[in-house]
Nanobody, 121 residues
Framework: VQLVESGGGLVQAGGSLRLSCKFSGGTFTSYSLGWFRRPPEKEREFGSGIRWRDGGTHYIAAVRDRFTISRANDANTVYSQLNHLRPGDTAVYYC???????????????WGQGTPVPVSS
């Protein structure tokens, strides 16, 4: 399985971005998908996930109501719509694929290379 993120870039506070993650090399509909982020000089953290079985979603409190994860099964792509961005959202954003939606990175099997999202104040 390979994951390739795109859509990152510099954005002003209050702005929006849509991140994309293209999945290949496996059966897309058999995987749960997630977005993590690594802020500068901090640990990687879970942001959102979407289950393969029923499309149910899970968000951490810091991004709930501002970020939306979705998947397009016909395009083998998972998206993260980032709205109302804040300087504190500055991070490298990674997508991940696995069998379960979990906040711990060790439960995810495959990772993309990351796309940077700097948010200016």
């Amino acid at each position: 399985v390979q994951l390739v993120e795109s859509g990152g870039g510099l954005v002003q506070a209050g702005g929006s971005l849509r991140l994309s993650c293209k999945f290949s090399g496996g059966t897309f509909t058999s995987y749960s998908l997630g977005w993590f982020r690594r802020p500068p000089e901090k640990e990687r953290e879970f942001g959102s996930g979407i289950r393969w079985r029923d499309g149910g979603t899970h968000y951490i409190a810091a991004v709930r109501d501002r970020f939306t994860i979705s998947r397009a099964n016909d395009a083998n792509t998972v998206y993260s719509q980032l709205n109302h961005l804040r300087p504190g959202d500055t991070a490298v954003y990674y997508c991940a694929a696995g069998q379960v939606v979990a906040t711990a990175g060790r439960h995810w099997n495959f990772w993309g290379q990351g796309t940077p999202v700097p948010v200016s104040s």
